[in-house]
């Protein structure tokens, strides 16, 4: 059987996803995986409003900030994670996952004055800290890390995160176990 090296076999992409977020994956994805979902980014029923939309994204960006290579707004996560909450998360789990994205609003608004969306990104690293952390007031437990994996997902499923962060060295290809790190500061995928 021969095989087209030139792109990326979608069942390995989501392996190596796995393994970038320690194995386990929260149950939603893990059954989207097994179930064979078509990445997407387009919710078939969007439910979130523009305030959760730009608070969603402003949370994305900063677990995955544009630097050298673009973000997680560029990748389109925030779409993905409504995508996601809205047709693979039972009602239960989107409630928590929500009940998170809440919470961190209300403490920036609280502590701040303004929304999450409109604070520094020192200030929105202080509450995600919090949030990861699960000493966020009134957040769901394990809210942050479902919010973390989902902008995870997203992010290396989407083009940006398939070929621009990362750099893809098609197998069969030359070994050097000595490559220099330093001359893609990037995660090579196979």
């Known amino acids: 059987m021969a095989h087209d090296h030139s792109r990326i076999d979608r069942r390995s992409l989501l392996t190596g996803i796995l393994a970038m977020v320690g194995g386990v994956a929260v149950a939603p994805i893990a059954r989207a ?12 029923n969007p439910y979130m409003t523009a305030d959760q939309r730009a608070l969603t994204a402003a949370v994305s960006e900063r677990i995955i900030p544009t630097t050298d290579t673009p973000g997680a707004i560029a990748a389109g996560v925030p779409a993905f994670i409504e995508m996601m909450l809205s047709e693979w998360y039972w009602s239960g789990e989107r409630d928590m996952v929500m009940g998170g994205l809440a919470a961190i609003d209300a403490a ?11 604070i ?5 690293d202080a509450i995600l800290t919090s949030a990861m952390n699960q000493t966020l007031p009134d957040a769901p437990a394990d809210s942050f890390e479902h919010l973390r994996q989902l902008v995870i997902f997203g992010y290396y499923s989407s ?32």
Not at 36 to 43: I, N, R, S
């Open 108 to 118: 920036a608004r609280k502590t701040h004055g303004k929304p999450f969306a409109a």
């Open 159 to 190: 083009e940006i995160g398939c070929t621009v962060e990362r750099i893809y060295l098609p197998v069969p290809g030359r070994y050097d176990g000595a490559y220099p790190y330093a001359e893609v500061n990037r995660v090579f995928s196979s």
């Open 120 to 124: 520094t990104p020192e200030q929105q």
């Open 33 to 44: 995986m097994q179930a064979g979902m078509d990445p997407g980014y387009t919710p078939a």
